[in-house]
């Protein structure tokens, strides 16, 4: 491995590891304004579980249940970083 290519990993990886602590820091603080939805993607990871475990594809049934889930994930996903882009502070 060369220099520039060491280099360019080392910079990658410190821009990844920045990149999980800071996506980290964003879902601990939303965890706390948005329970039902972190637990709506809590549920959702054990139900996309199970069906990843079931076996075989059930006509090709649960392969459409996998893609709904992760439609799913996506939307919960995107309706928790509206609520904190859009979110008042509560009055006292």
């Known amino acids: 491995?060369?220099?520039i290519h060491r280099t360019v990993v080392r910079i990658?990886?410190?821009a990844a590891l920045v990149a999980l602590f800071t996506v980290g820091a964003i879902q601990t603080a939303s965890a706390v304004n948005q329970p039902n939805m972190h637990e709506a993607l809590r549920l959702l990871n054990q139900a996309e579980a199970k069906l990843r475990a079931a076996k075989p594809n059930k006509g090709g049934h649960r392969a459409k249940?996998?893609?709904l889930i992760a439609e799913a994930k996506k939307e919960v996903h995107l309706g928790i970083q509206y609520a904190n882009q859009h979110q008042h502070p509560k009055k006292k």
């Open 1 to 3: 491995m060369n220099t």
């Open 65 to 67: 249940a996998l893609q």
């Open 12 to 14: 990658s990886t410190a």
